[in-house]
Antibody, heavy 118, light 107 residues
Framework: EVKLVESGGGLVKAGGSLRLSCAAS????????MSWVRQAPGKGLEWVAS????????YYADSVRGRFTISRDIAKNSLDLEMVSLRAGDTGRYYC???????????WGQGTLVTVSS | SYVLTQPPSVSVAPGETARIACGGD??????VQWYQQKPGQAPVLVIYYDLDRPSGIPERFSGSNSGNTATLTINRVEAGDEADYYCQVWHISDHYVFGPGTKVTVL
């Protein structure tokens, strides 16, 4: 069974940094495009960043570009999200998601909570 | 940027049919996905490519897409269908775009 398990969330002050990680099992992250999607408390889903299966193509939402960096570790079969210059508006649950064929998310992790205090 | 609209809430009695609209400019030219999210849980894909169901999703869930509106239909609604539902498309300028979500309440 495909499984995604996020970690690394926590409480951080505005301006601080965090690194999220997502451990994948039963598939290889190098074979799929992968994304991070976040959800502010009581709000909807917001796409954050994507990395192609080859690692060559990386995309960011305007709201995080220049502050967040998505990467993957093939050896660890994991997906990472480095977040710097965090703002209160970055608070939320961050989900790791596998992209299926034709731009959709077929598997999601349970998410990790990031809280940025001002 | 491409914007999707959804009604904030839909209420339906058990056994009845719930229809959730997702509006977008010429949305019929996009492939639409629908995700179900129950409280405290991760989203789950329930409809992809406008009308296909992943394995394990009941046949009661169906989708359509025409003109400026895509629709998720839930037939014979059950208490367990109570959740937030999000539509999603991929757009060349925005990449993944989600609708604001619709809360389905089973009366």
């Amino acid at each position: 069974e495909v499984k995604l398990v996020e970690s690394g969330g926590g409480l951080v002050k505005a301006g601080g940094s965090l690194r999220l990680s997502c451990a994948a099992s039963q598939f290889t992250v190098g074979s799929y495009d992968m994304s991070w999607v976040r959800q502010a408390p009581g709000k909807g889903l917001e796409w954050v960043a994507s990395i192609s299966s080859s690692g060559r193509f990386i995309y960011y939402a305007d709201s995080v570009r220049g502050r967040f960096t998505i990467s993957r570790d093939i050896a660890k079969n994991s997906l990472d999200l480095e977040m710097v210059s965090l703002r209160a508006g970055d608070t939320g649950r961050y989900y790791c998601a596998r992209e299926g064929e034709h731009q959709l998310f077929d598997y999601w992790g349970q998410g990790t909570l990031v809280t940025v205090s001002s | 940027s491409y914007v999707l609209t959804q009604p904030p809430s839909v209420s339906v009695a058990p056994g009845e049919t719930a229809r959730i609209a997702c509006g977008g400019d010429n949305i019929a030219s996009h492939s639409v996905q629908w995700y179900q999210q129950k409280p405290g849980q991760a989203p789950v894909l329930v409809i992809y490519y406008d009308l296909d169901r992943p394995s394990g999703i009941p046949e009661r869930f169906s989708g359509s897409n025409s003109g400026n509106t895509a629709t998720l239909t839930i037939n014979r609604v059950e208490a367990g269908d109570e959740a937030d539902y999000y539509c999603q498309v991929w757009h060349i300028s925005d990449h993944y775009v989600f609708g604001p979500g619709t809360k389905v309440t089973v009366l």
